[in-house]
């Protein structure tokens, strides 16, 4: 057992437990399950952003510390103050996320693992008009997004 504590670069917060699925530690299975939420943020393409969310997750690991995640998240974003509308949305989303990673193992206790993938808001209650860039010309809507993480992990 462990407390998984990742840091979403584009502020977003994670604070999650992981629990091994059986006894073999090279190639062992993990399920996550998490809280997260994202401070307040001005985004040039859109508006003030915050979101509060859970999530549910699976890490596979392969004969090393090299491993793959699979998570799902489910939360109430929020926008205020919209770039072109000047109105606040709130909507559901559903976004779907895929990572590669490696884990170091710090201390006894202690371990360090980095992530790099990607993820997508799938489905949202309320959708608002996102833009291509600053110019607010081209609306694009949500798309796949690059996603880094530095987890850092407590085992107990």
């Known amino acids: 057992m462990n407390v998984l504590w990742p840091l979403f670069p584009g502020n977003k917060y994670r604070l ?31 508006g003030r952003f915050s979101e509060a969310s859970g999530a549910l997750a699976m890490r596979q690991y392969f004969g090393s510390a090299w491993h793959v995640e699979l998570m799902v998240a489910y939360g109430q974003s929020r926008l205020e103050d919209h770039v072109t509308t000047g109105l606040d949305y709130r909507s559901w989303d559903l976004e779907l996320m895929g990572l590669i990673g490696y884990e170091w193992r710090l201390a ?45 992990t407590y085992w107990f």
């Open 16 to 46: 999650g437990y992981r629990l091994a699925l059986h006894d073999q530690p090279a190639y062992r299975t993990e399920f996550i399950v998490g809280l997260g939420v994202s401070l307040p943020e001005d985004r040039d393409t859109e």
């Open 108 to 152: 006894k206790s202690w371990s360090l693992d980095l992530q790099a993938g990607a993820g997508k808001v799938v489905q949202k209650s309320n959708p608002w008009p996102i833009y291509e860039d600053d110019t607010l010309q081209k609306e694009i809507g949500e798309v796949l997004a690059p996603v880094g993480t530095v987890n850092l």
